[in-house]
C-alpha cells in the first residue's frame, strides 16, 4: 500500500510537469522537473520536460527581446529588463541540479540586465521630466509616477528624490478652510481663529492637502467655505416667580383630654400625653436668568478652478446660559431640599455676548468637521 501512495506521487509529479508543458506553462514545468531531477538525477522523463521547456521559454523570450530591440521604442526598456530577468531566474533555477542535462547551455545575462536598468530607468526620469515640464496637474501626477518607477532601480538617482518631490507638490490639489461673516454682527476677534483651529490633518490624501491659513501668493483649487448667515445673541432676561412653601415640625406635646376637658388616663392610671405640631412657612422669590447665542449659516464646498458650487449644508449651533437662584422670606426649615439649595445661589452678571458666540463656535467647530469628513470623497 505504501509503494502503491508513493508511485502515485511519482506519476503525479510527472503528471504535472508534462500538463504545464503540454499548456504552455514552461516556467512551471521547470519547477517541478527541477524539483523532481533532485531526488532523482537521472530521470529521463524529466530531463526531456526539462529541456523541451527550457528551450521552449527562453526561446520565447529572446523573440521577443529582439523583437522590441528592432522596434527601438524606449517605453520597451522595462519589458526586455523584465525578459532578461526571467532568463537569469530560469538560469539559476536550473544551475540548482548537480549537473546541467544536455542541451541546455548558460550565457551570461549581466551585462544586458544592466543595460536594460539604465535605459528604463532614463527613460522614465526623462519622461516624467517632460510631463513635470507641462505645468498641469495631471501631467505632474503622470510624472509623479514615472519618476516612482525609477525607484524600483535605482534608489539614487541623479536628483530622484527632489524631482518627486516637485511633482507630488505641483500634482496635488490643495483645499483652503476659511470663514466668512455675511451678516452685520461683530464677532470676536479669536472667533474665526478658533474655528480654523480645526484639524483636517486626518483627511489629507496622496493628491490633496487641507489647509486652514491661507498663504499669500499661493493657489487654492478648492474652498470650504463657512459662511455664517445669522448670528444673534437674545437680551438679557430675567424670571421671577413667587411661591410658598409649607412643613409641618413637632413642636413639643399636651395632655390629651376627654370630652369633659379632664386629662385622660392610660390603663395604669398614668396622664396620656400626644405630639404637637406646628406649620412653618416660607415664602421663595426665584430668581430664572437666561441668555442665548444662535449662530446659523451654511458650509459651502467651491470649486476655484470653474467657480462651481458642488455642495452646500446647513449648519447652526446654540449656547444656553441659564442661572437660578432663589430669596428666601421666612423658615428656610419649610423648604424642600432642592428650593433650599437654590437659595445659597446669587444673581451672577450676565455673559458677555461675544463669551457666548464663543461657546456656540465650539459646537459649530465639531459639526463643521463632521460635515467635512462625510464630504471627504467630495474633492479630488
Not at 516637485?166 to 476677534?189: C, D, H, I, W, Y
Request: with cysteine; hydrophobic share 35%.
Amino acid at each position: 500500500m505504501k509503494r502503491f501512495a508513493i508511485l502515485l506521487v511519482i506519476l503525479s509529479l510527472f503528471g504535472c510537469a508534462q500538463k504545464n508543458l503540454n499548456s504552455g506553462n514552461y516556467d512551471a514545468a521547470i519547477r517541478k522537473s527541477v524539483r523532481k531531477l533532485k531526488k532523482k538525477p537521472n530521470s529521463q522523463k524529466h530531463i526531456n520536460i526539462l529541456t523541451t521547456a527550457w528551450n521552449k521559454a527562453n526561446g520565447h523570450n529572446n523573440d521577443r527581446i529582439k523583437f522590441l530591440k528592432t522596434e527601438g521604442r524606449p517605453s520597451h526598456w522595462d519589458e526586455i529588463y523584465s525578459l532578461y530577468m526571467n532568463l537569469k531566474r530560469r538560469q539559476t533555477l536550473v544551475k540548482t541540479l548537480p549537473s546541467a542535462p544536455k542541451g541546455i547551455s548558460f550565457s551570461d545575462y549581466d551585462g544586458y540586465i544592466i543595460q536594460a536598468k539604465e535605459k528604463a530607468a532614463e527613460y522614465h526620469y526623462e519622461y516624467g521630466n517632460r510631463l513635470l515640464k507641462k505645468g498641469n496637474r495631471e501631467d505632474a501626477r503622470r510624472a509623479y509616477n514615472e519618476f516612482t518607477k525609477v525607484k524600483r532601480y535605482y534608489e539614487v538617482y541623479r536628483d530622484l528624490n527632489d524631482m518627486i518631490s516637485r511633482a507630488e507638490f505641483a500634482g496635488a490639489s490643495n483645499v483652503l478652510f476659511k470663514m466668512q461673516n455675511a451678516t452685520p454682527a461683530q464677532l470676536p476677534k479669536q472667533f474665526e481663529q478658533e474655528l480654523t483651529k480645526i484639524s483636517l490633518y486626518e483627511l489629507n490624501r496622496k493628491w490633496l492637502k487641507y489647509h486652514t491659513q491661507e498663504v499669500e501668493g499661493h493657489e487654492y483649487d478648492y474652498t470650504i467655505l463657512v459662511n455664517m448667515k445669522v448670528i444673534d445673541v437674545s437680551p438679557q432676561n430675567v424670571k421671577e416667580k413667587h411661591y410658598e412653601e409649607s412643613k409641618k415640625i413637632r413642636d413639643g406635646w399636651e395632655y390629651e383630654l376627654d370630652e369633659n376637658g379632664n386629662v385622660k388616663k392610660d390603663s395604669l392610671g398614668n396622664d396620656i400625653k400626644k405630639p404637637k405640631f406646628r406649620t412653618l412657612t416660607c415664602k421663595v422669590i426665584e430668581s430664572q436668568q437666561t441668555k442665548a447665542a444662535t449662530i446659523r449659516g451654511s458650509l459651502d464646498f467651491l470649486n476655484n478652478r470653474n467657480g462651481q458650487l458642488l455642495k452646500t449644508a446647513p449648519i447652526a449651533a446654540d449656547a444656553f446660559f441659564e442661572h437660578i437662584s432663589a430669596k428666601p422670606l421666612g423658615d428656610l426649615r419649610a423648604l424642600s431640599p432642592e428650593t433650599h439649595q437654590k437659595t445659597k445661589n446669587h444673581p451672577v452678571p450676565f455673559p458677555a455676548d461675544g463669551a457666548l458666540i464663543l461657546q456656540a463656535g465650539t459646537t459649530l467647530k465639531k459639526m463643521v468637521k463632521g460635515i467635512i469628513w462625510e464630504n471627504k470623497g467630495l474633492l479630488k
